[in-house]
């Protein structure tokens, strides 16, 4: 979990409007998220989401206003689509100072699963244009990423990869300079443990988990609305880089529904499986794979070594006139790697 929370968003202030950050590690790109600000308006989502590499996170930060950053604010923290077996989960954050509460109800900020598309649409725009007194941020966790983590040999659960998104969106809203006084959560499991983990490494800041917080906090509600709209946009701008000819009529993407479950059917491939919209790791791929994919054989390793005690590696080293020679490991053979002293 440690390295999933080193997430490095250091440009967030500078004009590249495309800048791929990733952790030092080779070869996870799971760990990649690309960075893009000049979203301006709802419009600008579409190409927020037009980039065709689906295999990493997006990130958005709106512009931190001086006000924001003299006040003491107020910030909420909600997802949208954490159930479908299609598309990403969006973790979104909005923030504004505590005297302008009364804004946020005046814009109708609600639940936005209460809320019609076309009403989430108008407040998520007057959002937009309250950018003096509103601030917002998204993180959209690709699939891909929400796959690979389930499927690590330490399986990294939906609810932690939730919780690295929200803290990593607090930090980066009080590393842009947001002057964040309070903290309001929608729960991620057990309300209790979600608070005291967020204490413990922002022990300076009001927080407070609650189930409903969407219903009950109007902060809550605003970020619910821009993760709500970004997801639907994202779904809508999805390209399929596996086939232009993919039918785009999938439903509402939730596991219990039936276009969902004959797209899925109808868009496996027997050897490499779902494009990337899906999600892997959910029962109903699982179950589809199991029968119509190809059966994976895996070649067992052969073992040209004898096994030795654990305590034969402490044992004391050949001198050097001996003839005793340690046999390599077929890994090291094979890619004809060998040791070296001298670079």
């Known amino acids: 979990l440690e390295c999933l929370c080193r997430y490095e968003i250091r440009k967030m202030n500078e004009k590249n409007d495309n800048t791929i950050e990733s952790d030092n590690r080779e070869g996870e790109k799971d760990l990649c998220k690309e960075i893009i600000n000049g979203i301006a308006c709802r419009e600008d989502l579409y190409q927020f989401f037009g980039h065709n590499d689906h295999s990493i996170n997006k990130i958005h930060f709106s512009e931190v206003s001086q006000i924001c950053k003299d006040k003491p604010c107020q910030l909420g923290i909600d997802e949208a689509g954490r159930g479908p077996v299609l598309g990403p989960m969006v973790y979104g954050i909005s923030y504004a100072p505590l005297s302008q509460k009364q804004l946020l109800v005046d814009l109708g900020c609600a639940d936005s699963k209460s809320l019609t598309e076309k009403k989430r649409d108008e407040i998520f725009d007057d959002i937009c244009k309250h950018k003096d007194n509103i601030g917002w941020a998204i993180e959209v966790i690709s699939p891909n990423v929400i796959a690979n983590n389930m499927y690590r040999r330490t399986k990294i659960s939906l609810n932690e990869i939730s919780m690295i998104s929200a803290t990593n969106l607090i930090q980066e809203a009080i590393e842009a300079g947001v002057n964040v006084a309070e903290i309001y959560v929608d729960t991620v499991g057990k309300p209790e443990s979600y608070q005291t983990r967020l204490k413990s490494i922002f022990p300076s800041i009001k927080?407070?988990?609650?189930?409903?917080?969407?219903?009950?906090?109007?902060?809550?509600?605003?970020?619910?609305?821009?993760?709500?709209?970004?997801?639907?946009?994202?779904?809508?701008?999805?390209?399929?880089?596996?086939?232009?000819?993919?039918?785009?009529?999938?439903?509402?993407?939730?596991?219990?529904?039936?276009?969902?479950?004959?797209?899925?059917?109808?868009?496996?491939?027997?050897?490499?499986?779902?494009?990337?919209?899906?999600?892997?790791?959910?029962?109903?791929?699982?179950?589809?794979?199991?029968?119509?994919?190809?059966?994976?054989?895996?070649?067992?390793?052969?073992?040209?070594?004898?096994?030795?005690?654990?305590?034969?590696?402490?044992?004391?080293?050949?001198?050097?006139?001996?003839?005793?020679?340690?046999?390599?490991h077929p890994f090291f053979t094979e890619r004809c790697l060998s040791n070296t002293n001298v670079l």
Not at 236 to 242: K, V
Not at 263 to 274: A, E, I, K, R
Not at 296 to 303: A, L, Q, S
Request: aromatic share 12%.
């Open 207 to 328: 927080i407070i988990v609650a189930k409903k917080a969407d219903a009950t906090y109007p902060i809550v509600s605003a970020a619910s609305i821009c993760a709500k709209v970004s997801r639907d946009h994202a779904i809508r701008a999805w390209r399929f880089r596996e086939d232009d000819g993919i039918e785009t009529e999938y439903g509402s993407g939730y596991p219990n529904d039936p276009v969902t479950k004959n797209w899925l059917s109808m868009n496996v491939d027997q050897v490499f499986g779902f494009p990337q919209l899906v999600r892997f790791s959910w029962s109903t791929a699982e179950q589809i794979l199991e029968s119509k994919a190809l059966t994976v054989e895996w070649e067992k390793t052969e073992e040209t070594f004898n096994e030795q005690k654990i305590l034969k590696f402490f044992a004391k080293s050949p001198t050097k006139s001996s003839n005793v020679h340690t046999k390599k």
